[in-house]
């Protein structure tokens, strides 16, 4: 390729829109630019970029068996209503009507249409197991795109979904994409570590992420300093060591503090002289149907959104309204956990001992308020993971380092079969469910994890494996035309031997 040629050109100083390291360099060495917000044009030299990724991928995923088929961008409703994914990914798709009025979603991901094709073309137990992948745009109506590639608006993935007969079959093919994956990052420079995950709105239990340790990540990984615990803020926990329980009869009934004008827990803990740990917040959430529940959990702790999302199994959820508050008896600054008529969530970070919490009753709080003896709830953990805290392993502290996603897989055995009602014939003559996985890999924001992780001051330093070119080759000509006639044999040459130069 002559470098004269190459559609595109360098900038000298990058955007000040630009906020990361990767997307500066990536813009001023014209490997993308920006169409809109989350919208991006590859030019020649990324697009090189992009297709050596997929082409590694596309060699790992025939290595483990998977075959390559491709499915529409443009999906049409039904089959997301079928599995209740049309509504609940809503804030976040593009959507349209043809002109007979038939709705369409521009494809979120892919797993209702492989599921819908396997439940047509999978008959008997002889057809299993089975492993399919393709390389798709996929659209997201992203709040907010960041990061270049990283979190776009329209994007390529490479989708591979496993189809099996019974879980240790599903198992067998999640291990063999898990090892695909590795091989891949590998291959294409990225230091990917695999974490435990939340399944999100994909569904089903079991899931991994491929993260790549990078300051400019959005996600908080946390990492166990003595055993091989690893997962991503969303799905970690902690050990929770047992504590004292103290007994309720020596405990001063609750009474009443006069706490005008102190509604958060800064104020109160000042106000007071006690630890933020010796307080109660209780939270009132709701769902994406508007059901109303109370969170309580320790002053010191924060709630965890994607762990309450999971327990509630819902889309959405987020701070309730005044008209909530009433319904619930409850005051805004002053909620407690005592007489409120709301559905009682307690974290498991709540302690048998004496706390503050409020009264539900304007400018006044409760002394002495405990767990079991003066209020009940469900007992689950919606809380955050912090730096300190006590491996779920083996006990010992845990850090939190940021990370880039840049795969995920998930196991989600008959959640979507079930809802689809695909079913093969099985041996002993009955009907069961097609389990199912799916394994998800976004090329640009590998190319740009590549980008935010291989770069010195000088530019992007890419992996041989990805790099647009092996080679780059100046002719630096002046009076003696035997510059240009060696550098034109040294290309020619270099070409020959399958070495990929700009020159």
Sequence with gaps: ??????????????????????????????????????????????????????????????????????????????????????????????????????????????????????????????????????????GRDEERPRAGLLRAREFVMKDAYSLDRDWDGLDRQYWLQHGAYARSFMRMGLDAISVESDTGNMGGDVAHEFQVLTEVGEDRIIFCSSCEYRANMEKATRRIEERRVVEGAAVPASSELATPGVTTIEALTASLKIGAQDLLKTLLMKDAAGNVVAIVMPGDRELNEPKLRKLLATSDVKFAGGADFAAAKGVAGYVGPIDLDARLLVDVSVETKPYVAGANKKDTHLDNVMLGRDFTGEAVDVHDVREG?????????????????????????PYYADKMNATYLAEDGTRKPIMFGSYGIGIGRAVQTIMETHHDDRGLVWPLAVAPFHAHVIALLGKDDSVRTNADALVAELEQAGVEVLY
């Design 1 to 138: 390729m002559r470098q004269s040629n190459l559609f595109g050109r360098t900038l000298r100083e990058a955007p000040s829109d630009a906020t990361t390291p990767g997307t500066q360099l990536m813009l001023r060495a014209a490997i993308a630019r920006p169409l809109a917000a989350g919208l991006y044009t590859w030019l020649p030299l990324g697009f090189r970029v992009a297709r050596k990724v997929e082409q590694i991928l596309r060699e790992e995923q025939d290595r483990v068996g998977a075959q390559e088929i491709r499915v529409p961008v443009i999906t049409p409703a039904e089959y997301w209503k079928e599995t209740g994914r049309w509504d609940t990914l809503e804030p976040v798709t593009f959507r349209t009507k043809d002109h007979g009025g038939r709705e369409y979603m521009i494809g979120y991901t892919h797993e209702e249409l492989v599921m819908h094709h396997a439940r047509n073309e999978i008959l008997s137990y002889r057809q299993l197991p089975a492993m399919v992948y393709h390389f798709q745009e996929k």
């Design 389 to 413: 805290d006590a491996c779920p392993t083996c006990g010992s502290p845990v850090t939190i380092k940021r990370g880039v996603e840049v795969g995920n897989i998930f196991k989600f055995g």
